[in-house]
Nanobody, 124 residues
Framework: HVQLVESGGGSVQSGGSLRLSCVMSGFTHSEYCMAWFRQAPGKEREEVAYIENDGTTTYVNSVKGRFTVSKDNVKTIMYLQMNSLKPDDTATYYC???????????????????WGKGTQVTVS
């Protein structure tokens, strides 16, 4: 049984920083894609960042230069360091994982197979 648990959300003022964490367990594949998504009230879910098994990363343009995704392969933990936060970053942030490569998921427009319950980020 695959489980993804996000943590690290909270309320910060504009310009502040937060570091989100996603702990994955029960995933038997040795190689996988992990990603962060977010959804604000009344808006569509948006992909934020992807990280491949080899560490290659991809970001949505709106967070480039401000957000950094990384992971600890030994502990299977993914992080999202968010700096220079803006009110537009306010959303519920979700962790997701899949056994396909991130490139294949984006190219084929596949949905991620596994999701966490989300952590709230509020920027004022």
């Amino acid at each position: 049984h695959v489980q993804l648990v996000e943590s690290g959300g909270g309320s910060v003022q504009s310009g502040g920083s937060l570091r989100l964490s996603c702990v994955m367990s029960g995933f038997t594949h040795s190689e996988y894609c992990m990603a962060w998504f977010r959804q604000a009230p009344g808006k569509e879910r948006e992909e934020v960042a992807y990280i491949e098994n080899d560490g290659t990363t991809t970001y949505v343009n709106s967070v480039k230069g401000r957000f950094t995704v990384s992971k600890d392969n030994v502990k299977t933990i993914m992080y999202l360091q968010m700096n220079s936060l803006k009110p537009d970053d306010t959303a519920t942030y979700y962790c997701a994982a899949d056994s396909l490569t991130c490139d294949d998921i984006r190219t084929l427009r596949q949905h991620m197979d596994h999701w966490g319950k989300g952590t709230q980020v509020t920027v004022s």
